[in-house]
């Protein structure tokens, strides 16, 4: 089948209902609908998204291997033959599952901030309304306005309206919006983390979810929510979560912006490491006799953890609220990539995620994203004002800085650089943090923390003999505040500017 007749077939039949605005109901919970071939092509023409549609949600970059770690240090990632790091501030996961997104518009903006990763949910688990007292949480969609890996049935009874699930069968509806989300990535340069599984952290979360025996029609999942990932009191459900994994790897296998991670904050809800193992053993399995071979991320714990007989397939390990980044040293050792993935629970304002994305690169993580609530429904343009009791940030402003931060970082050559404090002698700010990125002899990444009404100390720093270019960077603007050459040879003192909360430090031998 040409790749014409396939997106008219596939994405054509399926555009008008996952595009419908708000107020405007499906024809059928249980069929998508067909839309006739003239009038689908005469909609998107209108739009004019037609090409892009034909290119960018059926043509990814076929052949194309997918982001790796880096052969020559596993501390980074290699994608499109670039040495890579992922820096984003992204949306609450629900660009799939809530109907209501636009998630073309919101790729849109990512691109244009500078955003280069995003976090996505399945579907197999979705929030209701008001959970985390998230305002226009994007996890929460609308009655009627969920779509999921699993087709509705014909029998009544989901538990947050229309028909329930049918774990036996699949969407073609979901992986056609699937597809074109991930399509859509991939042509902006942007790396999707799809988040398998997420553990139901109460029952107001089981109630929803389609694995709960209330809301299917295969007689599954009539357990508590503690043993839904599990291999052994888990209610029937384990075959369809083995066969979910298999299908969402098979139907991504040829995406090369695509990374699986097992499961969201599996240290909550009952999930097991066992669980955990026998999904990342699917993932390798399913891919064993497909194209491409993809990372595998596990989410660790919040803030830090020791990490124990890691899974050898799991390459990336990932950690939430990492601030300080203690984490990275704990597990370095490991020599796998590791993730401060979500963000939150500091308030609203920006200094707290931009330090905390500024410290976790710093000290040698590869991965960071902000949760960032200024995406929702109807604001993909990630301009929603949320409320002062939003359990998070993120805006303009702060992507725009992390965007100096990602900038920072690509005029070095970092996947030579390993994070060695041991180069700073003195000059800390009483109450204040010193990380430094080094490759040996030629080039150091320095950042410096303060409270803001603390007074700024001259930086100590032992530098190897010859000439230094020396560039303070203000990590608000991204303007060099200061500049000059410094000779080495020993412990140097270097001048600081006067700064607020935090600046970067560029060092570079001559």
């Known amino acids: 089948m040409n790749l014409e007749l396939q997106f008219r077939r596939r994405s054509c039949k399926t555009w008008q209902q996952n595009n419908l605005p708000m107020n405007t109901t499906l024809q059928s919970e249980r069929s998508p609908g067909t839309i006739a071939s003239d009038h689908c092509h005469r909609r998107l023409a209108t739009h004019g998204v037609f090409v892009w549609l034909l290119i960018s949600t059926s043509v990814p970059l076929l052949g194309a291997e997918p982001i790796r770690l880096h052969p020559q240090n596993p501390h980074y990632f290699e994608w499109r033959g670039k040495p890579t790091l992922l820096i984003s501030s992204a949306e609450h996961y629900g660009s799939v599952l809530n109907l209501d997104f636009d998630y073309q518009k919101y790729i849109n903006r990512l691109s244009a901030d500078g955003m280069n990763y995003t976090r996505v949910f399945s579907g197999a688990y979705v929030e209701p309304d008001g959970a985390f007292k998230i305002a226009r949480n994007t996890l929460a969609p609308k009655s009627g306005r969920f779509i999921c890996p ?13 028909n329930k699930f049918d774990l036996s069968k699949w969407d073609p ?34 109630r929803l979810s389609p694995m709960n025996a209330a809301n299917n029609v295969n007689g599954v999942g009539a357990i508590a929510r503690t043993n839904v990932h599990t291999l052994d009191r888990h209610g029937g459900l384990l075959p369809f979560q083995e066969s979910l994994v298999r299908k969402l790897v098979s139907e991504l296998n040829q995406f090369d912006n695509v990374i699986f991670e097992i499961c969201n904050e599996p240290y909550f809800g009952g999930v097991t490491i066992e669980w955990q193992r026998r999904i990342a053993d699917v993932i390798v399995e399913t891919e064993r006799n497909l194209p491409n071979k993809h990372l595998i991320s596990q989410n660790i714990a919040n803030k830090s953890a020791r990490i124990q007989n890691a899974h050898p397939a799991v390459s990336v390990f990932n950690f939430h609220y990492a601030a300080p980044p203690e984490t990275i040293n704990m597990n370095y050792h490991l020599n796998k990539a590791i ?22 690169i710093i000290a040698g993580g590869a991965l960071y994203n902000n949760l960032d609530y200024s995406f929702a429904a109807g ?17 303009p402003t702060l992507r725009r800085q992390l965007k100096i931060l990602h900038d920072f970082m690509r005029k070095f050559d970092f996947v030579s650089m390993r994070p060695d404090n041991t180069v700073i002698k003195g000059g800390v700010p009483a109450g204040g943090t010193a990380r430094a990125l080094v490759e040996p002899g030629k080039a150091m990444a320095v950042y410096l923390t303060k409270q803001r009404t603390t007074p700024k100390t001259d930086l100590q720093i032992e530098l190897l003999p010859g000439q230094w270019d020396a560039e303070w960077v203000n990590t608000r603007s991204g303007y060099v505040v200061r500049s000059e050459s410094i000779a080495g040879g020993a412990v ?8 607020g909360t935090d600046i970067a430090l560029r060092l570079i031998h001559k």
């Open 150 to 162: 699993w087709p509705r049935s014909d029998q009544p009874g989901y538990a947050n309206g229309g």
């Open 173 to 206: 509806a979901y992986f056609a919006r699937l597809k074109g989300f991930i399509g859509s990535a991939s042509t902006a340069g942007i790396v999707v983390e799809l988040t398998l599984f997420c553990p139901m952290y109460d029952d107001t979360q089981w």
């Open 339 to 360: 993730g401060d993935d979500e963000t939150g629970f500091r308030g609203t304002n920006n200094v707290p995620y931009r330090t905390e994305g500024w410290d976790f």
């Open 379 to 395: 604001y993909e343009d990630g301009t929603f004002v949320y409320p002062a009791s939003q359990p998070g940030g993120g805006n």
């Open 492 to 499: 140097q003192t270097i001048q600081t500017p006067d700064y």
